[in-house]
């Protein structure tokens, strides 16, 4: 406790559900031995990210980009390309075709 | 004076010997073969050997006997992070995830130095996916600094910097997202330029956070990275980030003079974190730049201390956004089995590919971007970015330069900071505002402090680097240049 305040934004904790929930969106599987580890790291980082809960951003624009381009347009023209050369670096294959799990 | 064996020698030398036909390209390439089987067992700079580099380094002595038109990189060594794409060439981003990928094609910068005659000697070590600052997150082991093998040589580009340091190569390619040429630059006591946002295409970089990153040079001396700036940046259509701009020869402002150029101190950069040594070092420099003709004055760019977290929020979003391309179908770890429905593949095959850093980064990306935080931490860490731009464009209008550490401690043991979350990531204090700004940055060598390497950051506006190579040149010419080796 500093200067006797809690500061209860910064005191919370991410669940393990919440931990689930993101994972299965990231497509990731944690282990039962994992989360312990993750969720420390995670609360953690999270805690010294709120940081920027300081700065005053009414009114300010994100920048997404640093430089001003928009809609960047080339020719739809066909370039040599070798699908043979691509399709080497898929784990499962079927003849020229890339072979993937089922949609169940 | 000790000298130096023809491989220690900056790549402008080694070209002035080949052009005068002193020394054959295929001897200076044996011998650095020679010199990556003798040291390599050690310092663990490379993941991928490439094995016709001799056979190349004959072709190009055949084109000089022959009078051939030969490119500006006449023969030069070079080391390739992992990250960039080499055609019929393992492109691993130290990752179990593409441990077995071979890339279909060159990124923008290799078909440039290729063009160049430079001859690609190998794909150099990396944190996984680039995201860390010791190269230690790579799936392949760690590399170990050729100043000291117990240190790390700093990240992520840390193989490429190691290389370059202890003579494997004679320049090599990094990539920075947030520090990750300049810090191992530093670590190692070798040079390394991050570009302006938009100089260099980024075609062929397997990308971990877009808008932030660029390829850079890795080079022993302020001239060599000048020269193979020169070659790699330019306009590239593959690249939409890649700005029009005319052909330049950086190595015309390798001007030994900075008289009359004003240089910004933030003290934010000098803060809390950075240790006294390294304050001193880089402070003494700047006092050696006065000495020299320049002026200088401290000031406040008060959001700068907000740039790490603001970095991490916007390098992790980006990053679980861009990895999601790894699903195991097209390349990548397969975790194959019959009875996976897609969900249930895709899951294994991104859980056994991914090392812990890269799921860590993930996860706290897919958080920052989900609904009910997309606000609080995303959007929020954009507008700060905006701000710290403001900053820099405010500064930029009195300074030509602002100057400060590049990475705020000495380079630390191999294991010392790998198990804290959050240590590790302060680390990059001091190099992540210019990758949010999208400014050039170098990192040069400026000093040693019991036998481990200390690096000055000089930071400039957008597209001029002119200033930059000024007053580094300036530096290494009269201040600190580095005539030992590890």
Redesign the interface.
Known sequence: MINGLIDLEKLKK?SIE??KH??S?????ISKDEEEI?L???D???S????????N?EG????????D?VN?F?KDEVNPS?PD??I?????TKGRY?K????? | MISLELIELPGWKILEKIKNQEIKVEDYIAKLIERIKKVEEKVHAYVTLIDNALEIARNIDKKIERNEKIGKLCGLGLAVKDNICVKGIKTTCSSRMLENFIAPYDATVIKRIKDEDAIIIGKTNMDEFAMGSSTEFSYFGPTYNPWNLEMVPGGSSGGSAAAVASSEATLALGSDTGGSIRCPASFCSVVGLKPTYGLVSRFGLIAYANSLEQIGPITKDVRDCALLLSSIAGYDPMDSTSIKKDYEDYTKYLIDDVKGLKIGVPIELFGEGVQEIVKKTVWNSVLELEKLGASYEEISLKYLQYALPAYYIVAMSEASSNLARFDGVRYGYNAFNESYDWSIAFSKSRTQGFGFEVKKRILLGTYALSAGYFNQYYLKAQKIRTLIRKDFQEAFKRFDVLIAPTMPILPFKIGEKIKDPLQLYMCDMDTVPANLAGIPAISIPCGFHNGLPIGMQIMSNSFREDLIFRVAFTFEQNVFIRSFNP
């Open positions: 991410i919440e931990l993101i994972a969106l990231a497509k990731l599987e993750f420390e790291h995670l953690q980082i999270l010294y990210f709120r940081k920027i809960d300081e700065v951003t300010i624009p994100p920048t997404y980009h640093v430089i381009i960047v080339r070798s050369e691509l080497k670096n898929a784990p499962q890339i993937t799990a089922r949609i169940a």
